[in-house]
């Protein structure tokens, strides 16, 4: 059934308005940088063009889980267990794997309870879109500390953070991710441009997104408060991805600009800010974090980028048509083929 729209705006190619990628109302707190994501992701979902009934979005349990009820509204959705998000996208992407997979989790969903099945996600290269909103609390539980708050942070209620924090785009890249970046959900244009380069992306593509929590973690010494953040910030590059169906624009100035090509999809830019940053790299990513780490500083952009490793579905030999749309004919073995196989364990 074609989809009521308002008369006058601009569409996208699918003949669709902005709006129209729209989900429920929000119920978070006002100012929380979560709201900020889920209007990203619409953003990017109406310039991509993605039809919905081709997306499936997936979550966890915390305040980040309720983000994907506020944007496209019309994709299917399944909010998992507490930190159990991976283990079903894993299994839903090798049931469908027509569908673009976007999970949204936060810092306690993926870096705590969630922590193995992340890891394990990330080793299997299960082909999804893995955003984490990253405040350093457990908001919906009244601001407890999380894996990823900073060492020597201090709550009004918890007293003081005194264990080092993990770093989710480290340890994504320690495991095998072939994507991995880190933005504030404040700069709206790399975040944008961030997503829109991670839908493309054949593999797993995590996005660390630190996002201010209004209500628990918005000191200003916080590294994921949104003064530090502002404040703070420090680029690796400017970022633009260049969509196929429009004109190819090239910076020919030497050495201000690295292509890097996405399978099936669109060029991403990086112009560089910082000489000899290389994003392919795997060794230089990890060291620019840790110095990163050492400095204070907080790092955004692409950190690291690799293609070549295959899907999980590709390592399955999956069938090209999606083992959800197979038929029983198809699936069940006939009993020349079980007679075959029980006499191969005789």
Not at 99 to 125: C, E, Q
Not at 138 to 159: I, V
Not at 239 to 252: K, R, S, T, W
Request: hydrophobic share 35%; with cysteine; proline share 5%.
């Amino acid at each position: 059934m074609e989809a009521t729209r308002p008369v006058n705006g601009k569409v996208n190619q699918l003949g669709l308005q902005k709006i129209e990628y729209d989900g429920s109302k929000t119920t978070l707190c006002a100012g929380c940088g979560h709201n900020s994501i889920s209007q990203r992701i619409i953003d990017a979902a109406y310039e991509l063009s993605l039809p919905q009934h081709k997306v499936i979005k997936l979550s966890g349990i915390g305040c980040s889980s309720k983000s994907p009820a506020y944007f496209m509204g019309r994709a299917h959705g399944i909010n998992a267990l507490h930190g159990r998000m991976p283990t079903v996208a894993t299994g839903a992407t090798v049931a469908n794997h027509d569908l673009l997979a976007i999970g949204v989790s936060g810092d306690g969903d993926t870096g705590s309870i969630g922590f193995s099945p992340y890891k394990h996600m990330l080793r299997r290269n299960v082909p999804m879109v893995y955003i984490i909103e990253n405040n350093g609390v457990y908001g919906l539980t009244k601001g407890q500390f999380s894996a990823t708050s900073d060492e020597g942070q201090k709550t009004r209620y918890y007293g003081t953070q005194r264990f080092p924090s993990l770093d989710m785009c480290m340890e994504a890249i320690v495991a095998g991710a072939g994507f991995v970046a880190r933005s504030f959900s404040g700069d709206a244009k790399q975040v944008r441009e961030l997503l829109k380069a991670a839908m493309a992306y054949k593999g797993t593509a995590v996005l660390d997104i630190i996002s201010p929590c209004v209500t628990f973690n918005d000191e200003p010494d916080s590294n994921k408060s949104f003064a530090y953040g502002k404040a703070n910030e420090y680029p690796l590059h400017e970022i633009g991805v260049v969509l196929p169906f429009e004109e190819i624009q090239v910076d020919y100035e030497p050495g201000t600009v690295q292509q890097v090509k996405l399978h099936d999809g669109p060029t991403i830019q990086l112009r560089k800010l910082e000489a000899g940053y290389d994003a392919t790299s795997k060794m230089g990513a990890l060291a620019r974090l840790d110095q990163a780490r050492e400095k204070g500083e907080f790092i955004t952009g692409l950190l690291y980028i690799d293609e070549s490793r295959p899907t999980l579905p590709e390592l399955e030999n999956l069938v090209e048509t999606p083992l959800a749309w197979l038929t029983e004919k198809d699936t069940r073995p006939s009993r020349e083929s079980l007679d075959q196989i029980m006499r191969e364990f005789m």
